[in-house]
């Protein structure tokens, strides 16, 4: 069985492989990607632990990609009443890009700038957003989650809930969003009707993301 291969450029000479040996793909990081790629040019990023792709416009995760969990620990949130807040995620479960940023001041992470408390993954294409807030008490009226993506509010409303008699209140949701890999950045916010504080219960507010398909 033969294959195109260059132990530099990717798939491009001819290679004969072992039936029980597998596929070895060249590798480099993303700095050291490729200058001139081809369309359908394939390798293994070292720095994002994945195969990908150049799909003749941009490089795509065939495997891997981005993914992080964060929530926070067993501090309490307050959230005001009339206002979108974005939600405090302190501990992160994993984060496989180092792209969530966890603190609360912004910070470089993969040479992007990062927000308090949001997610910038360094490879573009569509994300699987998910989240929970549990309200302390009860907030009568609309109260919302939202993913807000490079602070435009309410891009995608992820759920809704009229606060019901009853001493706590969830609201979770998910939604797919396109973030481009050089900036465009998301963090999980929340509208309450009336000033009210989050449970302090570990893993009661929590965000996540996970890249579902490359561009």
């Known amino acids: 069985m033969s294959l195109i291969l260059d132990g530099t450029a990717g798939i491009s000479g001819v290679a004969t492989l072992s039936t ?11 700095a050291t990607r490729p200058a ?10 070292t720095t994002l632990g994945g195969l990908e ?3 003749g416009t941009a490089w795509t995760m065939l495997t891997g990609g981005p993914a992080f969990l964060a929530h926070l620990q ?20 994993y984060d496989t890009a180092t792209a969530f940023n966890n603190t609360a001041a912004p910070v470089t992470l993969n040479g992007l700038t990062v927000p ?10 569509y994300y699987l957003l998910q989240g929970m807030v549990q309200l302390a008490s009860v907030s ?6 939202d993913f807000t ?6 891009v995608n409303t992820a759920g809704l809930r009229s606060g019901p008699l009853v001493a706590a209140q969830g609201i979770s949701g998910s939604s797919v969003v396109f973030l481009n890999g050089t900036g465009d950045y ?14 302090s219960q570990v893993g009661a507010n929590w965000f996540s993301a996970t890249l579902i398909r490359g561009v």
């Open 20 to 30: 029980t040996g597998g596929v070895t793909y060249p590798s480099w990081t993303t």
């Open 36 to 45: 001139a790629p081809t369309t359908g040019q394939t390798g293994y990023n």
């Open 53 to 55: 792709l150049y799909n």
């Open 74 to 93: 067993t501090s309490t949130q307050s959230l005001t009443g009339g206002a979108n807040t974005t939600i405090i995620l302190t501990t992160k479960v």
């Open 116 to 125: 308090a408390y949001a997610f910038c993954p360094p490879v573009p294409g």
């Open 140 to 145: 009568l009226g609309v109260n919302v989650m």
């Open 149 to 154: 993506k490079n602070n435009a509010l309410n």
């Open 186 to 199: 998301v963090w999980m916010t929340c509208y309450v009707a009336t000033t009210i504080a989050l449970m």
